[in-house]
């Protein structure tokens, strides 16, 4: 279990190919600091920020999603570099976030067109948390979750997606697909010719799909843009941040997972203190399989109301060691 002490956050990561025999998922966990505060005029201490991904590749054995994960700190962080004097702006943080994410998503896209024989892609939904807000970042169909808080008078508590998943049936990326010469299929597929169909409308890699030379990238049929929500923390409501691939969604619902999650804190917590969020994700998985999940799984659970005396590991660069692996 990974734990960032000045962010006030600890995470337990699960994975497992599920009941197929390969493994395509991949996922990230890193965390740096940069002078100032972001987004600022501020020369204040440095602001340390925690990136924790997901991505859900297919086609490929997971070359495209292995290459978001192994990449997507370093691209983010280079574009964060190169905003200056950003608070001068008439803009929200929203409109900040996602000028950040815009760019750093097409360079990813880019950097993974350069390199050979890519004949796959990958979703990824990406959570970039510093001390005051949660920024999520998602491309496709892979989801975040935020889980609140239940003491006191929260009896009943609402889970908040912050995400939403990228299919072809959504109204505006249909449009887009269509507007870019591609057809649709009734399970709501973006369709080039009867062996070729995708189930989602957004994702990294997948070059077949975005070879329209007449199209800028943001027009094409399937698109590398993320769409980004920013939440501002609040220790007096949130409780856990949840970030998974589909594997998970297509046999849960956001209500499931939160329920799920919750009654499986209470249960393990006397008996399993220091791998608690490791050892939940994994519970959760095996849940899902139980209910016959097909596809490869991954999630990332994120406690933002961390108590002491946890297990630390190292703060830089860290994914939690423990996964099933069926």
Same mark, same amino acid.
């Given at each position: 279990?990974?734990?960032?002490?000045? &962010?006030? $956050?600890?995470?337990?990561?699960? +994975? !497992?190919?599920?009941?197929?025999?390969?493994?395509?998922? #991949?996922?990230?966990? /890193?965390?740096?600091?940069?002078?100032?505060?972001?987004?600022?005029?501020?020369?204040?201490?440095?602001?340390?920020?925690?990136?924790?991904?997901?991505?859900?590749?297919?086609?490929?054995?997971?070359?495209?999603?292995?290459?978001?994960?192994?990449?997507?700190?370093?691209?983010?962080?280079?574009?964060?570099?190169?905003?200056?004097?950003?608070?001068?702006?008439?803009?929200?943080?929203?409109?900040?976030?996602?000028?950040?994410?815009?760019?750093?998503?097409?360079? &990813?896209? $880019?950097?993974?067109?350069?390199? +050979? !024989?890519?004949?796959?892609?990958?979703?990824?939904?990406? #959570?970039?948390?510093? /001390?005051?807000?949660?920024?999520?970042?998602?491309?496709?169909?892979?989801?975040?979750?935020?889980?609140?808080?239940?003491?006191?008078?929260?009896?009943?508590?609402?889970?908040?997606?912050?995400?939403?998943?990228?299919?072809?049936?959504?109204?505006?990326?249909?449009?887009?697909?269509?507007?870019?010469?591609?057809?649709?299929?009734?399970?709501?597929?973006?369709?080039?010719?009867?062996?070729?169909?995708?189930?989602?409308?957004?994702?990294?890699?997948?070059?077949?799909?975005?070879?329209?030379?007449?199209?800028?990238?943001?027009?094409?049929?399937?698109?590398?843009?993320?769409?980004?929500?920013?939440?501002?923390?609040?220790?007096?409501?949130?409780?856990?941040?949840?970030?998974?691939?589909?594997?998970?969604?297509?046999?849960?619902?956001?209500?499931?997972?939160?329920?799920?999650?919750?009654?499986?804190?209470?249960?393990?917590?006397?008996?399993?203190?220091?791998?608690?969020?490791?050892?939940?994700?994994?519970?959760?998985?095996?849940?899902?399989?139980?209910?016959?999940?097909?596809?490869?799984?991954?999630?990332?659970?994120?406690?933002?109301?961390?108590?002491?005396?946890?297990?630390?590991?190292?703060?830089?660069?860290?994914?939690?060691?423990?996964?099933?692996?069926?």
């Amino acid at each position: 279990m990974g734990k960032f002490e000045r &962010l006030k $956050l600890e995470y337990g990561t699960s +994975e !497992m190919p599920g009941r197929r025999g390969y493994m395509e998922d #991949a996922m990230c966990v /890193e965390t740096w600091c940069e002078k100032g505060e972001v987004g600022s005029n501020a020369d204040a201490k440095s602001q340390q920020f925690a990136l924790l991904a997901v991505c859900d590749g297919h086609g490929d054995n997971g070359v495209v999603s292995k290459f978001i994960a192994s990449n997507v700190s370093s691209v983010v962080r280079e574009c964060i570099s190169k905003i200056e004097n950003s608070s001068e702006a008439d803009i929200t943080r929203t409109d900040y976030w996602s000028g950040i994410w815009h760019a750093a998503c097409l360079q &990813l896209d $880019l950097k993974l067109k350069q390199e +050979e !024989m890519i004949t796959g892609g990958s979703t990824a939904v990406i #959570a970039l948390i510093t /001390e005051h807000e949660i920024v999520v970042a998602n491309v496709g169909d892979s989801r975040c979750i935020l889980i609140p808080s239940r003491d006191g008078l929260r009896k009943s508590t609402v889970v908040t997606a912050l995400s939403e998943d990228h299919k072809p049936s959504l109204p505006n990326e249909r449009a887009r697909i269509v507007n870019a010469g591609f057809q649709m299929k009734t399970i709501h597929k973006v369709v080039m010719n009867e062996n070729n169909q995708l189930a989602v409308s957004r994702s990294f890699g997948d070059f077949d799909y975005k070879a329209n030379d007449q199209l800028q990238a943001s027009d094409q049929s399937v698109i590398s843009i993320a769409e980004v929500r920013v939440h501002q923390r609040d220790s007096s409501k949130d409780l856990f941040l949840f970030l998974a691939c589909d594997g998970i969604w297509d046999v849960m619902k956001n209500h499931e997972v939160m329920d799920f999650v919750q009654q499986q804190i209470e249960i393990k917590a006397e008996t399993s203190f220091n791998t608690i969020l490791p050892d939940v994700a994994d519970v959760l998985l095996q849940e899902c399989l139980r209910r016959e999940s097909r596809d490869n799984m991954s999630c990332i659970l994120i406690n933002l109301q961390p108590r002491p005396n946890t297990t630390t590991m190292s703060s830089h660069s860290s994914m939690a060691p423990k996964a099933l692996h069926f």
